[in-house]
Structures are given as structure tokens and as C-alpha cells.
């Protein structure tokens, strides 16, 4: 598997148009590509900032989160919430690349990534490639972020191990890939989290994906979700004191 990063100029609230940022970075395309924009500069381009100072940041969390735990609940002041239907701190709005903005998650992440696929492939003349929107997120009990997808297109996003045997002819139970999170996970890694300025990342080659020549369904994007009661988590998230958030 390749992973290619891209270099751009500095995204700020100026730039008002993802496809013409992917027209002057991406001079060509692969059949089979999947391309990776960070969701902070999807963002950007559709206006989601909000000037710090204008607002309370709990507010803004509170306003963008399905769910959320107050900041004073936290060793580093930082609000731990559900938002988008996954785990993420803050509602995922961040500062830091924002250049005295907060930056939100984009408005409709599905509909972006769409966008961007269709564009993609009338661009290059594609049948097939996909695109992810990505950010990153921590893990319980460790150290540091890794990637992960808010939205993709263009590809399955799962790899159903259920009722396949392993090397030792033993049939798995509950295995799935997330395809979506393990390409958001490497496309991240070369993003990088500081000035890299690497907004953009082109993966080709990849193992085993199976790809799509059209927008996912509402039945495909309820594969990739969970409920808390089914999660494994279950017993911690059932038992955390949230708050109703208004998204």
C-alpha cells in the first residue's frame, strides 16, 4: 500500500472551495485511489469557523455534540463527548491550525465526501475511487491520537471476517475491519498533527478493498455504526454522567 501526502499552501477562511484546492494539489489520479482530505480544511472552505472569544467554548461544544461530558470531568479541562455518533473530544472543533478560529466539523461530512468522489471521478475519468474525511481521535488507555474516518465514499467500508475460519480452521465470531478507520489511520500518520501542512493524501494500492461506483447507501452507512448498548464499551459509556447536547 502507497500512501502519498500532499503538500498545500496555508488553508484559511479565504479558501471557500474544496474542489478548487484538490484541482491545483492532485495533478493525477490512479484507477482504485482512495483520497484522504483532513476535515479541517473541508471545513474551512465551508465557513465552519467561529472566531474565538465570540462564543463560550462549552457552548459551542454543547451546540455541536449529541452527547458531552462538562470539561471540570477531565484531567486536561477537555470536554469528552459523542458527536457524529462517535467518541471524540470537544465535538471535534479544534484551534490549533485555525489561526485564531475554532474549527468545527463539517456541516453534512456524508454529503462532502460525496462531492468530492464525484468530482474526483469526473476529473480523472475514474470508475472507481474512493474518498475519506478525516480527524483523529484518542483511545482509551493510551497515549496519543490516531486517525479516523467522519466520512467516506466510494468503497465498502467494512471487511466481514464473521463465520470465515482462521489458519487454524477455527470460525470468527465478531471480527470486522473497519476499512474506513485504517486508511484514515495511515492517511493521518503522513497528514501529521502540527505544521506538517499536509491537508491532502492519496493511498493507493490497497489490499482487499472493494470498491463502489456510487455514493454509499443509508444501509451501507448504518454498517459502520454501533449502538452504546452493543459497544464494548458498554458498562463505561452506559455509566458516564452525559449531557444531552443539542445536535
Known sequence: MKIIGIKTHKITQKDKDILKILNRYIKSLSEKSVVAVASKIV?????????????????????ESQYYLPRSQNPYNVSLTITGGALVASAGIDE?????FYILWPKNPQKSANRIRIWLKSRFNLKNVGVI???SRITPLRWGVTGFCIAYSGFEPLKNYIGKKDI?????????????DSLAGGAVMVM?????????????EIPGIVFQKRN????DLEKIKITIDEDLYAPFLRNARFKKGDH
Open 96 to 100: 490549533s491550525n485555525g489561526n485564531g
Open 133 to 135: 474525511i478525516t480527524d
Open 192 to 204: 501529521g498533527e502540527g505544521n506538517e501542512q499536509t491537508p491532502i493524501v492519496v493511498i493507493e
Open 43 to 63: 471545513a474551512i472552505t465551508e465557513g465552519r469557523i467561529v472566531k474565538i472569544g465570540t462564543i463560550d467554548k462549552d457552548e459551542l461544544i454543547k451546540r
Open 168 to 180: 487454524f480452521g477455527k470460525k470468527l465470531e465478531f471480527t470486522k475491519l473497519s476499512v474506513v
Open 216 to 219: 454509499p447507501t443509508k444501509k
